[in-house]
């Protein structure tokens, strides 16, 4: 097992904007959830917006601590958010590769492997970030996910704002490449589960009226 | 350590290439250094004979100059840093940072590699404008070692600042308080324009637990007055202790942060 979840929640706090308020007030976003992934699982997670999609792949990335329940990890996790603004604008998608690159502890730098021209980044690779399309964007955001050699990959919604060419080839290599080919497990977050076409072989809802489905 | 070194030297190529795409901003930012020290020579004619400049009497502008130098290199060193923090929070890069599972420490300590790096060069900029422009009298550089190392415990004094102030930050979002306060502390008790010992309050005792004093005195000495050894040993016992005060308070307050702000779910918040 990668990952098992048992019985995690998490509450936010709201922020109060009358000076006067004494109230604590919270929002519960994840409430008693458990799910296990394994090295050979496709999820999809499916939710509407404000559903939790985001906050429970944070709490599996580490990113946000969970207030109740415990969470094993027995394996490098990698988060894939909609966050185009998460890059250095300025630099070339070479330089942004290679700073991400020198934080992992790999021998070989993600510039010399073989899924950069797969991605087609060689493409644009000298092109400064900022003047890249959002499909572009969403292929060097894939490349910098792969560079930590993860065993398992979470995306967050990673196909919105593109057009149906650039889903099509962004998810066909999420599930060749990653999921078939390197044996990496994935998490996909969605609120369509039709886009990933049934490549899942877990479906777990996340929308408070079809907890149990 | 060769890991740590690798992160910095990555930390440090990120930020000058993206320092280096605004050439204006950098080229205009050496400009002022000149300009800085023309104001002083000039207000140094002023203030040449006056008695409160102690044993600098009659040597002002060189009082002045190493105010600034310091002054200039501990705010950028700081607030760059802890500015860095915030552009990072802001953007989302810090939670991709983390992603990576690094040393937090590492990666806090790495936000201020470049802007100690450019405080630097602004420093000795400031100093060689001043010795080739403005007639400035540097007479101890036999002193190489110790100025290498007044030099290192001052910048991780400042680093140590910056380090609390990215705390703020992290977790209120905002931190340029802290710089703020630094710098009113810095101008009024530490030394810089003018001898602490003219503020005739208690508040002058203030100075004491100001790392820039202890810099500024020493570096005096150093580069433009005549070296006492017990005014020497005296300073660098303080400035040693307050380096390591401020490092080892900076980088645990970072660590907290980050766990407070992961409890809380800001870490992306801004």
């Known amino acids: 097992m990668l990952i098992e979840v048992n019985n995690i929640s998490k509450k936010f706090d709201l922020p109060k904007f009358k000076l006067s308020s004494k109230e604590n007030s919270f929002i519960s976003v994840i409430d008693n959830f458990s799910m296990d992934i394994d090295s050979k699982d496709f999820i999809c997670l499916v939710g509407n917006n404000g559903s939790g999609k985001t906050t429970l792949l944070k709490i599996l990335a580490d990113l946000i601590t969970q207030d109740e329940g415990s969470i094993g990890r027995n394996g490098k996790i990698s988060f894939v958010s909609t966050n185009e603004r998460s890059f250095f604008w300025r630099l070339s998608v070479k330089e942004n590769l290679r700073f991400f690159s020198s934080l992992a502890n790999n021998k070989v730098s993600i510039l010399d492997d073989d899924l950069i021209n797969i991605l087609g980044i060689d493409k644009f690779i000298e092109k400064r970030f900022m003047n890249l399309s959002s499909g572009q964007k969403k292929r060097v955001m894939i490349a910098r996910s792969l560079i930590s050699e993860a065993d398992i990959f979470l995306f967050d919604e990673i196909t919105n704002s593109l057009d149906e060419l650039s889903r099509k080839q962004i998810i066909d290599f999420i599930y060749e490449d990653i999921f078939l080919k390197k044996n990496k497990a994935i998490v996909w977050a969605t609120h369509n589960p039709h886009e990933i076409n049934k490549k899942y072989n877990k479906l777990i809802d996340l929308n408070k009226e079809n907890r149990d489905v | ?100 599972r690094r040393s937090n420490a590492e990666l806090m300590v790495s936000l201020f590699i470049y802007p100690t790096v450019f405080a630097l060069f602004r420093f000795f900029l400031i100093l060689i404008f001043g010795v080739i422009f403005f007639d400035l009298q540097i007479n101890n550089l036999g002193n190489f070692a110790l100025l290498m190392l007044v030099m290192s415990l001052s910048v991780i004094s400042f680093v140590g600042i910056g380090l609390i102030s990215a705390f703020f930050i992290i977790i209120l979002k905002k931190g340029d308080f802290v710089n703020s306060i630094n710098l009113i502390l810095c101008i009024g008790f530490g030394n810089i324009i003018f001898p602490s010992e003219i503020v005739d309050t208690q508040l002058n005792q203030i100075s004491y637990f100001l790392p820039i004093t202890h810099s500024v005195e020493l570096l005096r000495e150093l580069l433009i007055g005549s070296i006492s050894t017990e005014s020497i040993s005296t300073n660098l016992t303080y400035l040693i202790g307050l380096s390591f005060s401020f490092i080892g308070i900076g980088i645990i307050s970072c660590l907290y942060a980050i766990k407070f702000a992961k409890i809380r779910g800001s870490l992306g918040e801004f």
Not at chain 2, 2 to 26: G, M, P, Q, V
Not at chain 2, 27 to 40: D, E, Y
Not at chain 2, 52 to 60: E, L, Q
């Open chain 2, 1 to 100: 350590m060769f890991r740590s070194l690798k992160i910095f030297y990555a930390f440090l190529r990120k930020d000058f290439l993206i320092a280096y795409s605004y050439r204006t901003n950098f080229f205009i930012s050496v400009l002022t250094v000149f300009f800085l020290l023309f104001i002083l020579s000039n207000l140094s004619k002023l203030t040449s004979n006056n008695e409160i400049f102690g044993d600098f009497k009659g040597n002002s502008f060189g009082y002045f100059v190493i105010g600034l130098a310091i002054i200039d290199l501990a705010m950028t060193i700081s607030s760059r840093g802890a500015a860095q923090a915030r552009e990072l929070q802001l953007t989302g890069v810090f939670e991709e940072l983390l992603l990576f």
